[in-house]
């Protein structure tokens, strides 16, 4: 398979995702067929040429999309992604997501999704400001406080959202309110970079209690120690887990005893991998997915679990902290086996609840601590597992069907 055949199937298996788990959750509610056409229908797409100048002095032109699925509850809301798997259908089933977990957490927001077609590990700092503001420039129209507000995702961070505030905020004045997850001299939220992270600890932390679960001696094992991972990471051993193995891109690393998130942290910033960790062995990622462990928190990317290596997978619990990390097929086999998956729209839902505190801070003009935030969101997040799990008891089906019937509903 090519390159761009892996992408591209990447891609259509993330859209399909988000739509096949729609359409499970619509026959369960008996919701009417042409109301569900209309509503997985997206708003807006937008596709734009990125030109910048780069180092070597070559003109080259990247693709950027913005994808606006639904503002029926409130201004469209989502990250934008630098990948090169990044397409149209990939932000299109993105953006749903983004709708159906607004919705589920019950903030004001709709869904939506961008991203830039790009390799970031090979760009240097000025071209990576480059694109970023040139991006801005071309989705300005269709982006604002009130309409779309843009946040971190993969492979982007608190200085890329300072960058597009910057640019959006000089033709229209001071804006912080365009963007969330900005460094919090820029208006940002206490809280915010470690918020997805946080709210996949504290979602396992509820479901832990109704499924027998004693995180005290529970192992777990995560694949993406990025942003999500670490937090994750570090959030979990607090509540007393043992982090048995984790992984990045380049490889992972394993250690039945457990392993020391800072410490794994600290080696991956020297490195740039967490492979050569000390006290670990080397681990693939597809091993780690296999890895004997209690839960599994795929905190990558979409698409990992499949139906080629779900029957592989030992945990009891998949707490899904990436965006579709599970095909359709995987998931029917996990359900058939007993495995109990917390959906990506419940699980990582701290992230964008977080934002919402933010946005709502910058539109007051008025900061909140820590404590507050982190009280808030555990507030928000207990609340919404609890409905899920109450629904999904009654209803006799899974976590991710009831998730989506209350979002939808």
Known sequence: MTTSEGQQESAVRSYQIANSQFDVAAGRMGLDR?????????????????????????????????????????????????????????VTGLAALMTWKTALVNIPFGGAKGGVNCDPKGLSARELELITRR????????????HDIPAPDVNTNAQVMSWMMDEYSRRHGYSPAVVTGKPISLGGSLGREA????????????????????????????QGFGNVGSHAARFLRAEGCRIVAVSDAQGGIANPDGLDPEQ????????????????AETISNQELLAFDCDVLVPAALG???????????KAKIILEGANAPTTPDADAMLGRRGVIVIPDILANAGGVTVSYFEWT?????????????????????????????????????????????????
């Open 34 to 90: 042409d109301l569900g056409v209309l509503i997985k229908t997206p708003n807006f797409e937008m596709k734009a040429e990125v030109p910048i100048r780069m180092d070597d002095g070559r003109l080259v032109v990247f693709i950027g999309y913005r994808v606006q699925h639904n503002g029926a509850r409130g201004p469209h809301k989502g990250g934008v992604r630098y990948h090169p798997d990044v397409d149209m259908e990939e």
């Open 135 to 146: 991006f801005t420039l071309a989705i300005d129209a269709v982006i604002g406080p009130y």
């Open 195 to 222: 918020a997805t992270g946080r709210g996949c600890a504290i979602v396992l932390r509820e479901a832990a209690r109704d499924y027998g679960l004693d995180l005290k001696k529970a192992t777990v094992a995560i």
């Open 264 to 279: 794994v942290l600290a080696h991956a910033r020297n490195a740039g991998t967490v492979v050569g960790a000390p006290h």
């Open 303 to 313: 698409g990992v679990i499949t139906r080629s290596n779900a029957g592989q997978i």
């Open 361 to 409: 801070q910058n539109i007051q003009q008025f900061s909140w601590d820590e404590d507050h935030v982190v009280a808030e969101l555990t507030k928000v997040l207990t609340r919404a597992y609890r409905e899920v799990y109450v629904l999904a008891q009654k209803e006799g089906v899974s976590l991710r069907t009831a998730a989506y019937m209350i979002a939808v509903q």
